[in-house]
């Protein structure tokens, strides 16, 4: 495997101040229970008084474009509509996490008119899905159609698709990619998330001197399928059904400057074809100038701006890929004529356990959120909630803690 150097893409400039996005916790309840989820399922609704509290936090403390609504899945929640609200009346764009099994036309409706701004589906073969239990990722493209079509038809509401990515699944990228690229239309952004557990195995976790037991955790798994997937691996694969797929923006981790937390691509095409991709210097061009504008860095886009993918050729003369892709895409004189989408492909490599202890999170954190007042990760909320504060790791039998 090539891999890849993280100095030939952009290092987005998110950090725990000034971010693109932020992440809002008003429910740990769930209608599905998903292999690689690192929540807890409760039935257990925080009110909307706590929730505007939070909301608060957020805006005290951090710059943030949009605000994802997450969980357990938000569309449980009695009052989504109000906390839809909230977010908007804020000047965010709230953002629903879901897998999208509540979600109705009339709810969709409601939603709109309070000011949703987008949806992140969740949706990947392991979630017990009813009517797709026995479903492959390649199947399942027909739902994801669905709801892509769904949001369409309201009009306007960006659409993204999330997908736990798992050893056995990982043959299964490059189609879903293709089907992304057949529906850029109506698909905006479409991420790969990789697996991720707890290997008891290769580490030890404490709280201070206090060795923990890991088992009380609903990440912690014993696995035999891998838990240390790559971004590298996901773009080789990539490749193998687009050669010219090539990222151009990268987080990198808190513990490691060359890895890839945060793996951004972005694409410029027509339903079925991908005339090329945006380079570092477009995605420099775009997060900074929309910082400098609006004062926060860019996170989602609504379908009536990612459409008009044609005013990206006007960063030709400052991007080599942008060129590229000008170049191919008026190559046919009548393509002026058409919409260019533009596409985003997301990889997200989650917490990475380095060989002496170290855990490799992502650096400036999107998906920061809030508890007792403070900003935390989101995905290893359950150790907060469990023991008051982050466990740490170390390798198997290491001498201070024997």
Known sequence: MTKLNHLDYYRLPWNLADNSISWLEPTAKCNLACDGCYRQNENSHKSIEVIREEL?????????????????????????????????KRNLKPILNTNGLALTKELLAELKKAGVYGFTFHI????????????????????????????????????????????????????????????????????????????????????????????????????????????????????????????????????????????LTGRLGVKGKVYGYMGKKAMEIIQAGHHMLFDRYLAY?????????KSMLLLSPFDKRIRKTAKNFLKNPLNIFK??????????????????????????????????????????????LKYGHNVRSYPKGFAGHN
Not at 72 to 81: A, I, R
Not at 340 to 351: A, G, R, T
Not at 362 to 370: H, L, N
């Open 56 to 88: 608060d936090v957020f805006t005290r403390l951090r710059k943030v474009d949009g605000v994802s609504i997450a969980g357990g899945d938000p569309l449980t929640h009695p009052d989504v509509v109000e906390i839809v609200r909230e977010v908007k």
């Open 301 to 309: 886009s609504e379908p009536k701006l990612t459409k008009k993918g």
């Open 339 to 384: 919409h260019l989408h533009y596409q985003s492909v997301m990889i997200i490599q989650p917490v990475d356990f380095l060989e002496d202890g170290r855990q490799n999170m992502c650096d400036g954190c999107p998906d920061i959120t809030v508890w007792n007042g403070k900003l935390v990760w989101s995905c290893r909320m359950e150790e907060l």
């Open 124 to 263: 990947d073969s392991k979630q017990g899905r009813p009517g797709w239990k026995n479903a492959n990722e390649i199947e399942l493209n027909e739902l994801r159609y669905k709801y892509a079509r769904m949001l369409a038809d309201a009009g306007n509401i960006s659409c993204a698709f999330n997908s736990t990515v798992y050893e056995d699944t990982m043959k299964y990228v490059p189609d879903m990619a293709k089907w992304a690229e057949k529906n850029i239309d109506i698909v905006q952004v479409m991420v790969f998330i990789l697996y991720r557990a707890v290997n008891n195995n290769l580490m030890d976790f404490y709280i201070g001197p206090q060795k923990i037991d890991m088992d009380e955790l609903v990440y912690n798994e014993e696995v035999e399928e891998r838990t240390d997937i790559k971004a590298d691996e996901i773009v080789e694969l990539l490749r193998t059904v687009d050669p010219e797929f090539d990222p151009c923006a990268y987080l990198n981790g808190s513990e490691k400057p060359d890895s890839f937390k945060w793996l």
